[in-house]
């Protein structure tokens, strides 16, 4: 429908991106919906996820008002790095936001409790962070380089930041979490081969070639366009 070209390295991208996913489904650990935004609270400041916030906000302060200034222009790392930090705190925020607006409209408020401010406020600061930083990762470098580091970066830290706070692999034996381990590097491997062998745009160079003549105006100012001496260059005669 869309026309795109799809090479066999690219079939092989989606192949494991499909595999990935269904291998990391089957054996998904069983979620636990809290009951509610208190008991969110009660799993967000428990020690382990403290030490994993305190972590995170120093490293990204670190990036950055010491590394951002030197290295945002020539590294990559930088820029993603700290929206993906961002984004992982940005997407456990949306989750007890998510959870506080399901039991509202059940007829249980949860808009009267502090906490559920406190995630909302949290979510906006992560949200607007995540994104300005990802727009200067995209403004400085290519987006071909910038779509698959992020995806990994984010994807890797928001399952880290979640199974900290939710504990969601306690109840799994080593064989279930190793299976979801290598299903979740089959979808990264998937992504960055999409990435890598992504049809380029044809370029001038390619489209000369093709067609096997080039034609340039031979500059002089004081003619008028229809005037103008026109040089045209034939394959046949220059570029055998």
Not at 146 to 153: A, E, G, K, L, T
Not at 170 to 175: D, I, L, P, T, V
Request: proline share 3%; net charge negative; aromatic share 10%.
């Amino acid at each position: 429908m869309l026309k795109e070209r799809l090479r066999w390295m690219g079939v092989l991208g989606c192949v494991s991106c499909i595999a990935g996913s269904v291998v990391i489904v089957i054996h998904a650990p069983e979620e636990h919906t809290p009951s509610s935004v208190q008991q969110v609270w009660n799993l967000a400041t428990q020690p382990a996820f403290l030490i994993y916030v305190a972590a995170t906000l120093s490293i990204v302060l670190v990036l950055v008002l010491h590394f951002e200034p030197l290295y945002g222009q020539t590294n990559i790392l930088v820029y993603l790095g700290i929206c993906s930090m961002m984004g992982a705190f940005t997407v456990v925020s949306i989750k007890a936001i998510g959870i506080a607006i399901k039991l509202t409209l059940e007829g249980i408020n949860q808009f009267g409790y502090m906490q559920t401010w406190f995630f909302l406020s949290v979510a906006v600061v992560c949200m607007i962070t995540q994104l300005n930083y990802l727009n200067k990762a995209l403004d400085t470098f290519s987006a071909a380089l910038v779509s698959p580091i992020y995806y990994v970066m984010f994807t890797t830290l928001t399952i880290v930041a979640s199974a900290i706070m939710f504990k969601d692999w306690s109840g799994q034996n080593a064989s279930s979490i190793v299976s979801e381990l290598c299903g979740f590097i089959t979808v990264l491997s998937g992504t960055v081969i999409l990435h890598v062998t992504r049809d380029e745009e044809p370029t001038a160079t390619s489209d000369i070639m093709t067609k096997g003549s080039v034609t340039w105006y031979d500059g002089d100012p004081s003619k008028h366009l229809e005037e103008a001496h026109f040089i045209t260059l034939n394959n046949s005669d220059y570029f055998n």
